[in-house]
């Protein structure tokens, strides 16, 4: 504890009481850090701030697909005071989203309340919320040991996508919400180090993730080997490498589970044993250029490929093309991967694109807005 013995030492007149006071307030601080405080979870006496009962959904998206899809606890519906939505930078599909919510509360008997904005950005953590929060239950996954049997025969055979370890919700998101547009079935996930069902990630999918099937396993392994015996391909996405295929030449039609890896370290060993096929994404810009410097070498390598033997080849011709080295650091490429993200949805597009076409082709139909 501070302690002030000579009065030289506390020239500014500090007694016992205010170095206690100050204390208190820092072993309160740090409490709240420690514990997952938010912002309104603890509201200081005379606040206008609103006590949740369950969690903060906010954005115009979420808060729909929220209020049609029903899957949660409903509790109260927050509205901006004076929201201006008659300005320029509005948009129609919005506009008319937002009166469908505040009908849609009306209708559900939801209590409707309006606060300021301030109250708003404190309720959503300073996110982006669009002038609505939904103070709604949260939502639980559903526990999986396996998928079933796929139905029978169908124009478009299922694909279920399964995360394991994906622990950024912006990226879980935004998987849901490539997931949800290119029409995948499911999403799987890893009971322990995955990324929880949270508002952010309701955000980051534009309400995908109130719509989408969900599932947890215990244990990705199993539930990609009992999967695979109940009739789905295991397809697992890596880089490029011995028995990896690009995707643009995996056969269609097949019942499909697309396995993804976890920020920065990929599929872990035990769930690509699991995996009976795997795919890469060719790098257009690498894949390019190496070609038109490698010729004839590159084209009697497997996939019309480079193969792993050629790494050093490739290095000093990728130097030659100022790709390869930067002044004062060791070789390198800038952008040698994807965002898992990025790469759940092309994968996606051309697990479920029907339509006969080259790889590399431009996609039409993504709304790049968020």
């Keep these: 504890m501070i302690r002030y013995n000579v009065r030289e030492r506390n020239p500014r007149g500090i007694t016992r009481d205010d170095v206690e006071e100050e204390e ?58 004076n929201m201006p939505m008659n300005s320029g930078r509005s948009k129609k599909k919005d506009k008319k989203a937002f009166e469908w919510i505040l009908k849609s509360a009306i209708e559900k008997e939801l209590e409707v309340k309006e606060i300021s904005k301030h109250d708003l950005n404190m309720l ?27 139905w029978g025969e169908s124009e478009k055979p299922p694909v279920w996508v399964a995360l394991d370890e994906v622990q950024d919700p912006q990226n879980f998101g935004a998987i849901l919400r490539s997931a949800y547009f290119l029409g995948a079935q499911g999403v799987a996930v890893c009971a322990k180090n995955s990324a929880p069902l949270s508002a952010v990630v309701s955000k980051a999918s534009a309400g995908a993730l109130e719509v989408m099937e969900l599932r947890s396993c215990k244990n990705m392994m199993k539930f990609l080997e009992i999967s695979a015996k109940n009739g789905w391909r295991v397809v697992g996405a890596t880089a490029a490498g011995p028995d990896v295929i690009p995707i643009r030449d995996l056969p269609r039609g097949v019942p499909t589970i697309l396995v993804l890896g976890g920020e920065g370290k990929g599929l872990r060993t035990n769930v690509k044993m699991a995996c009976n096929h795997f795919v890469c994404i060719p790098g257009l810009h690498i894949e390019s250029n190496t070609k038109q410097v490698l010729g004839e070498a590159v084209e009697n390598t497997p996939e019309n490929g480079v193969s792993v033997g050629d790494d050093d080849l490739i290095k000093h011709d990728l130097q030659g093309l100022g790709l390869g080295k930067r002044s ?35 996609l039409t139909g993504i709304d790049t807005v968020a």
């Design 24 to 81: 208190e307030e820092n072993d309160e601080s740090f409490r709240r850090r420690n514990s997952g405080w938010k912002n309104n979870a603890l509201p200081s006496s005379g606040s206008t701030l609103p006590r949740l009962c369950g969690e903060a959904i906010y954005g115009v998206g979420p808060v729909y697909a929220a209020l049609r899809i029903a899957r949660r606890e409903l509790f109260c519906l927050y509205v901006q005071a």
């Design 124 to 150: 959503a953590d300073n996110r982006p919320h669009q002038g609505l929060v939904l103070d709604a239950s949260p939502l639980e996954l559903i526990n999986a040991i396996n998928l079933d049997a796929p």
């Design 328 to 362: 004062g650091d060791e070789d390198f490429i800038a952008v040698e991967s994807l965002n898992v993200s990025v790469a759940a949805g092309i994968l996606l597009h051309e697990l479920l694109d029907s339509s006969p076409r080259a790889f590399g082709h431009s």
